[in-house]
């Protein structure tokens, strides 16, 4: 989905209102912060902010989507790509989602390989240390890698209200985690939780 052309739509369509930022944000119980993301095109509105949004903006699920108004004679045309998109992104994040696993395994494998070559194979202390430094900058750089994919493969659901959000890299490494759920604060409701990953909308 074209989230540029999206942003500009809810930012078009705001003004034409006369809301500013901060009043449509209050209308949505949500931050201005994420209003301003989403015309930035830096994001989409979560699946439960769409309708309570299209709402305000006196605009369709499917106008939204599309980042335009849809006539009615184009209406059946973008449903279905609008359709498309999302299964799209959801593959995709699949996608994503698979290679952030292969990549941190990859690279633990890599750096106990190396560890154990440089524990257990004669040769200079030159090469040894030489082995140890690039065995930590291959784990630094493969768990880096890693959360930067598994940031963009989907989403985190807030225990709290359900709340869809994809949280900033900063705030996932920050956060506590077990296998699938991180803490996170949520930006709808501000409240913080063990999060729980979500591959799909």
Same mark, same amino acid.
């Given at each position: 989905?074209?989230?540029?052309?999206?942003?500009?739509?809810?930012?078009?369509?705001?003004?034409?209102?006369?809301?500013?930022?901060?009043?449509?944000?209050?209308?949505?119980?949500?931050?201005? %912060?994420?209003?301003?993301?989403? =015309? *930035?095109?830096?994001?989409?509105?979560?699946?439960?902010?769409?309708? #309570?949004?299209? =709402?305000?903006? =006196?605009?369709?699920?499917?106008?939204?989507?599309?980042?335009?108004?849809?006539?009615?004679?184009?209406?059946?045309? %973008?449903? =279905?790509?609008?359709?498309?998109?999302?299964?799209?992104?959801?593959?995709?994040?699949?996608?994503?989602?698979?290679?952030?696993?292969?990549?941190?395994?990859?690279?633990?494998?890599?750096?106990?390989?190396?560890?154990?070559?440089?524990?257990?194979?004669?040769? #200079?202390?030159?090469?040894?240390?030489?082995?140890?430094?690039?065995?930590?900058?291959?784990?630094?750089?493969?768990?880096?890698?890693?959360?930067?994919?598994?940031?963009?493969?989907?989403?985190?659901?807030? #225990?709290? *209200?359900?709340?869809?959000?994809? #949280?900033? &890299?900063?705030?996932?490494?920050?956060?506590?985690? &077990?296998?699938?759920?991180? %803490?996170?604060?949520?930006?709808?409701?501000?409240?913080?939780?063990? *999060?729980?990953?979500?591959?799909?909308?």
């Amino acid at each position: 989905m074209d989230t540029i052309k999206i942003g500009r739509f809810i930012a078009e369509s705001r003004k034409a209102l006369g809301f500013t930022q901060i009043q449509l944000a209050t209308e949505l119980s949500i931050s201005d %912060k994420t209003v301003s993301k989403w =015309e *930035c095109g830096k994001g989409l509105p979560e699946v439960s902010l769409m309708l #309570p949004l299209c =709402e305000k903006l =006196e605009v369709s699920v499917n106008d939204l989507l599309s980042g335009e108004r849809v006539t009615v004679s184009d209406y059946q045309k %973008k449903a =279905e790509e609008n359709m498309m998109n999302l299964m799209k992104e959801n593959e995709e994040n699949k996608k994503i989602f698979l290679v952030s696993v292969i990549c941190g395994v990859i690279t633990i494998i890599a750096v106990c390989a190396l560890i154990l070559l440089a524990s257990y194979v004669e040769m #200079p202390a030159i090469a040894r240390i030489l082995i140890i430094v690039f065995a930590i900058a291959t784990a630094v750089l493969g768990i880096g890698a890693a959360i930067i994919l598994d940031v963009k493969a989907g989403y985190f659901e807030c #225990p709290n *209200c359900k709340e869809l959000f994809v #949280p900033t &890299t900063s705030e996932y490494v920050k956060g506590y985690h &077990t296998l699938t759920k991180r %803490k996170l604060t949520c930006p709808k409701c501000g409240k913080s939780g063990m *999060c729980k990953k979500r591959i799909t909308k």
